[in-house]
């Protein structure tokens, strides 16, 4: 394999696993990795949607543990790395174990943007488990970039090799990722990644900001298969980074077949994700993407346009992790509707 200007990192089995309610099975996801490794994607990511651990009832029960999806996966990959996701206080050391013993070789390592401190002990023991650990800072559009600064800089005191600025809500424009990446290259002294979301439209146009400003690692997915409306879809910004003049790996077409031959026969008109009401409204109103299954659920429950229930989430700030205040949010706002009506007849 040739020297990159790029790597990338295709996240349709682990973020895409929010696409079909965590339900990849075991043999779906080889049969991906598999036409990934051929295309010499640089790397695949395997996971729960909310890393590993994350199999519950808060968040969606997957069809196989960790263990079953590594073991169906590694064999798979002979020139692509592996790598996983971990959420600190959703996996644990624990994890990490079963990655390092299944053929990970690279654990990404995820906080929310103020919290980086809880991942300390989580860098020391993928860096003892000879992993590579790289840092994501989730939901980077509600901070300044010197706070995604100090924050990221806790992640590389910390070992992190690569720190990413995570849109995990779709939320930023190109001028917020060229001044979060831009102060990050020119103050770390490791590598600085980005992850889009396509919320707003801009997952191409985003990550190309970022590649600009210096990020050299950056993530996508076949189809822009994930949470939301998707993230950057991956065979589009192949094409588009060759385009502006960069050297990348993968090869264009045959991640094209990919998505096409491979993914696209495993999908429904209910997984494939879309930039529609809903998921617009995510990254107008700021809301973590991987919301977007559970406030339309809780949006039917209780009778509510699920718009509504994410701006409302958005006014209150909600991080990831916090799913569970979807549903009170929508019980309170749907009691609030009811007392207004009732008050409305009584007039």
Known sequence: MTESDIRLVDMTLRDGMHAVDHQFTPGQMADVASALNDAEMDVVEVSHGDGMGGSSINYGFAAADTAEYLKAVAPELTDT????LLLPGIGTVEELDIA?????????IATHVTEADVSAEHFEYAKERGLEANGLLMLSHMEPPETILEQAKLMEEYGADAVYVMDSAGAMLPQDVRERVELLVNE???????HAHNNLGLGIGNTLAAVDAGAVTVDGCLRGLGAGSGNAQIEVLIGALEKAGYNVIPDFFAVMDAAEDVLAP???????????NDSLVLGYAGVYSSFLRHTRRAGEKFDLDPREILVELGNMGVVGGQEDMITDVAARMSEEHETASSVNSDD
């Open 100 to 108: 390092a013993d299944n053929g990970a070789d690279i654990c990404r």
């Open 188 to 194: 770390l002294s490791i590598d600085v990644g980005f």
């Open 81 to 84: 790395a592996l790598s996983v």
């Open 266 to 276: 495993m999908l429904t008109d209910d997984t494939m994700p879309e930039l529609d």
